[in-house]
């Protein structure tokens, strides 16, 4: 059974941090990758974060420089080191996955929340100024 279970969200101070998690299973972490994305009410879908396997990373340009995605293969987990909080950044947290073989890494973040085949319950960060 595929799972994605997102944990660390939470209220914060705006110009503080939270580190998110994406626990995968169920499936070959290798083979997919696992953006993370953020919805706020009112708001579209955005894709936030991006990194493959040889550690190449991608941003959007509302997070670049305060965020930090990693991941630990071995532990099949993704993180989001998320610093320098500001208002606009509550949203609820997901990670998502799709099958590396039918993607090019640098169009993740602009994908739709259809191509991606699997999506965890999401982790609510509220930052309050």
């Known amino acids: 059974q595929v799972q994605l279970v997102e944990s660390g969200g939470g209220s914060v101070q705006a110009g503080g941090s939270l580190r998110l998690s994406c626990v995968a299973s169920?499936?070959?972490?290798?083979?997919?990758?696992l953006p993370w994305l953020r919805h706020a009410p009112g708001r579209a879908r955005e894709g936030v974060a991006a990194?493959?396997?040889?550690?190449?990373?991608d941003y959007s340009n509302s997070v670049k420089g305060r965020f930090t995605i990693s991941q630990d293969n071995a532990e099949n987990t993704l993180y989001l080191q998320m610093n320098s909080l500001k208002d606009e950044d509550t949203a609820m947290y997901y990670c998502?996955?799709?099958?590396?073989?039918?993607?090019?890494?640098?169009?993740?973040?602009?994908?739709?929340?259809?191509?991606?085949?699997?999506w965890g319950q999401g982790t609510q960060v509220t930052v309050s100024s």
């Open positions: 998502a996955a799709r099958v590396i073989l039918w993607t090019r890494f640098w169009s993740l973040l602009s994908l739709g929340p259809r191509d991606f085949g699997y």
């Open positions: 169920g499936f070959t972490f290798s083979r997919y990758y």
């Open positions: 990194i493959d396997s040889n550690g190449r990373t």
